[in-house]
């Protein structure tokens, strides 16, 4: 349940009402809103309701979350959307992330390259991947460390938050040190250990759906991130399977504004990863922007037809700016402008 404070609750109010609650065993997660704050509460219901918390100074009303995931519904914080801000950068509401980058860091050359050519075109964030899961035990699986080392030299160079993949909580560490946002792959979304963990990492999620989950179990799975404390969670909608084979997956975009109404989290959408051919990709750009989701991670490569994986979904790193700004204008469409570091300030 949540329990809404009046709006002029004072802080003594309100953490009497926290100590009474965690006193039964149950535990708070308080969001400040822009009027009011408001106790999201995780534990015994009936326990919590003995308290009769509804007649006790400052509290307004009493509110039972229904749906299973309570920490990620839209009605723990009244409809109002969360707005993250990663390393200077605004995501969410009116500000529209386009993350861009190379399928997987290859090279010095390849990874710095693609980083100054994507902020060079207003990027909000550089994607890139060290550690690589794939369906073949035997394909190229990532350079690790050393892949995490040229990304934190991208970032020394451009400025550019980072956003790279974590598969194995072993590798926890080192991606700590340099990512600003972990991505945890489709294969993982129901990876519960690893995303508990990443709960008390702290650091912000890009939870992509799973090939063939539901638009629920997607936010059960980011319900194992926020339980822990951490409320930055982008969720991603990346193609899920179906019968269709003109294309790799079927990209869901009646998912963006589902999950506008079920969540206050922001809706990424993977336009490369559903489609697998280049030529699919700024379509589906376009029409993620306009049907409303809060940004797009895209994959550039500076020569695609040489990548090391996911070449044909790639797009060339010399075509990026002209296809930033078609994704620019398209996002004017919702509402939303691209989220720069000049932007944000």
Same mark, same amino acid.
């Given at each position: 349940?949540?329990?809404?404070?009046?709006?002029?609750?004072?802080?003594? &109010?309100?953490?009497?009402?926290?100590?009474?609650?965690?006193?039964?065993?149950?535990?708070?997660?308080?969001?400040?809103?822009?009027?009011?704050?408001?106790?999201?509460?995780?534990?015994?219901? &009936?326990?919590?309701?003995?308290? &009769?918390?509804?007649?006790?100074?400052?509290?307004?009303?009493?509110?039972?979350?229904?749906?299973?995931?309570?920490?990620?519904?839209?009605?723990?914080?009244?409809?109002?959307?969360?707005?993250?801000?990663?390393?200077?950068?605004?995501?969410?509401?009116?500000?529209?992330?386009?993350?861009?980058?190379?399928?997987?860091?290859?090279?010095?050359?390849?990874?710095?390259?693609?980083?100054?050519?994507?902020?060079?075109?207003?990027?909000?964030?550089?994607?890139?991947?060290?550690?690589?899961?794939?369906?073949?035990?035997?394909?190229?699986?990532?350079?690790?460390?050393?892949?995490?080392?040229?990304?934190?030299?991208?970032?020394?160079?451009?400025?550019?938050?980072?956003?790279?993949?974590?598969?194995?909580?072993?590798?926890?560490?080192?991606?700590?040190?340099?990512?600003?946002?972990?991505?945890?792959?489709?294969?993982?979304?129901?990876?519960?250990?690893?995303?508990?963990?990443?709960?008390?990492?702290?650091?912000?999620?890009?939870?992509?759906?799973?090939?063939?989950?539901?638009?629920?179990?997607?936010?059960?799975?980011?319900?194992?991130?926020?339980?822990?404390?951490?409320?930055?969670?982008?969720?991603?909608?990346?193609?899920?399977?179906?019968?269709?084979?003109?294309?790799?997956?079927?990209?869901?975009?009646?998912?963006?504004?589902?999950?506008?109404?079920?969540?206050?989290?922001?809706?990424?959408?993977?336009?490369?990863?559903?489609?697998?051919?280049?030529?699919?990709?700024?379509?589906?750009?376009?029409?993620?922007?306009?049907?409303?989701?809060?940004?797009?991670?895209?994959?550039?490569?500076?020569?695609?037809?040489?990548?090391?994986?996911?070449?044909?979904?790639?797009?060339?790193?010399?075509?990026?700016?002209?296809?930033?700004?078609?994704?620019?204008?398209?996002?004017?469409?919702?509402?939303?402008?691209?989220?720069?570091?000049?932007?944000?300030?």
């Amino acid at each position: 349940m949540m329990i809404v404070m009046k709006q002029d609750a004072t802080e003594d &109010e309100i953490q009497a009402v926290v100590d009474r609650v965690e006193g039964v065993g149950a535990r708070t997660h308080r969001i400040n809103g822009d009027e009011l704050t408001v106790l999201g509460v995780l534990g015994d219901r &009936e326990h919590v309701m003995r308290l &009769e918390l509804e007649g006790a100074a400052g509290v307004d009303k009493l509110v039972p979350i229904l749906k299973p995931y309570k920490l990620a519904s839209s009605q723990i914080r009244h409809g109002e959307p969360s707005v993250f801000e990663i390393g200077g950068r605004k995501i969410g509401g009116s500000n529209f992330a386009l993350i861009a980058g190379p399928c997987t860091v290859e090279s010095r050359e390849q990874t710095l390259g693609t980083a100054h050519t994507v902020a060079a075109a207003g990027a909000t964030l550089f994607r890139g991947g060290a550690y690589k899961p794939r369906t073949s035990p035997y394909a190229f699986h990532g350079l690790g460390v050393e892949g995490l080392r040229l990304l934190a030299e991208a970032k020394a160079e451009t400025g550019m938050p980072i956003v790279t993949e974590l598969m194995d909580v072993r590798d926890l560490e080192p991606v700590l040190e340099v990512a600003d946002v972990i991505q945890i792959g489709a294969r993982n979304m129901q990876n519960y250990t690893l995303l508990t963990e990443l709960g008390r990492a702290g650091r912000p999620v890009l939870l992509k759906r799973g090939l063939s989950a539901t638009l629920e179990e997607l936010l059960n799975a980011s319900e194992y991130i926020l339980k822990e404390g951490n409320e930055h969670v982008l969720l991603c909608e990346r193609g899920i399977r179906t019968f269709e084979t003109a294309y790799r997956f079927t990209l869901d975009l009646t998912a963006v504004p589902v999950l506008k109404e079920l969540t206050h989290l922001p809706v990424i959408v993977d336009p490369s990863h559903a489609a697998g051919r280049r030529d699919l990709v700024q379509p589906l750009s376009l029409a993620a922007a306009a049907v409303g989701a809060d940004g797009i991670i895209v994959e550039v490569h500076p020569n695609p037809d040489e990548a090391i994986c996911d070449g044909p979904q790639q797009l060339v790193a010399d075509e990026f700016a002209a296809y930033a700004e078609k994704v620019g204008q398209a996002a004017a469409v919702a509402g939303k402008t691209i989220s720069t570091l000049a932007a944000a300030a």
